[in-house]
C-alpha cells in the first residue's frame, strides 16, 4: 500500500522555525509530484508548496519567501521547511502526492495519496 508520513510538527513561538518531513513508500516516488496542504479548524484545506518531478517548485502567494519545499528522491522523501511562523500557520499540515505531469497543481483532487497530516501551533 501507498503510505505518507508525515512528522516534525510541534508547537513553536511566533518567528520561529520548523521543518516538516514526508517519507513515503509504496510508490515510485521520483514519478509522483509533491504538494503540502494544509487546514486549520474551519477553514478549507489551502495549497501550501508544491515540487514537481524535476524539482521544480511553486508556493502559496502569502508563503513564497518563508516557506521552502524540498525533496530528496534517495530517500523517498519531501520537506517544507517553514520560517518566520505566525499564529496563522497554525493548522494540521498534509503531503500529498500526485503521478505523472510536468507542472505543479495547486489542487486537492489532482493529488491520489495523502498523508495523515502533522499538527502545527505557533504561539503568540
Known amino acids: 500500500q501507498v503510505q505518507l508520513v508525515e512528522s516534525g510538527g510541534g508547537l513553536v513561538q511566533a518567528g520561529g522555525s520548523l521543518r516538516l518531513s514526508c517519507a513515503a513508500s509504496?510508490?515510485?516516488?521520483?514519478?509522483?509530484?509533491m504538494g503540502w496542504f494544509r487546514q486549520a479548524p474551519g477553514k478549507e484545506r489551502d495549497f501550501v508548496a508544491g515540487?514537481?518531478?524535476?524539482?521544480?517548485?511553486y508556493y502559496a502567494d502569502s508563503l513564497r519567501g518563508r516557506f521552502t519545499i524540498s525533496r530528496d528522491n534517495a530517500k523517498n522523501t519531501v520537506y517544507v521547511q517553514m520560517n518566520s511562523l505566525k499564529p496563522e500557520d497554525t493548522a494540521a499540515y498534509y503531503c500529498a502526492a500526485r503521478q505523472g505531469g510536468s507542472g505543479v497543481s495547486t489542487r486537492i483532487y489532482d493529488y491520489r495519496y495523502w498523508g495523515q497530516g502533522t499538527q502545527v501551533t505557533v504561539s503568540s
Open positions: 509504496g510508490l515510485t516516488f521520483s514519478n509522483y509530484a
Open positions: 515540487i514537481n518531478r524535476s524539482g521544480s517548485t
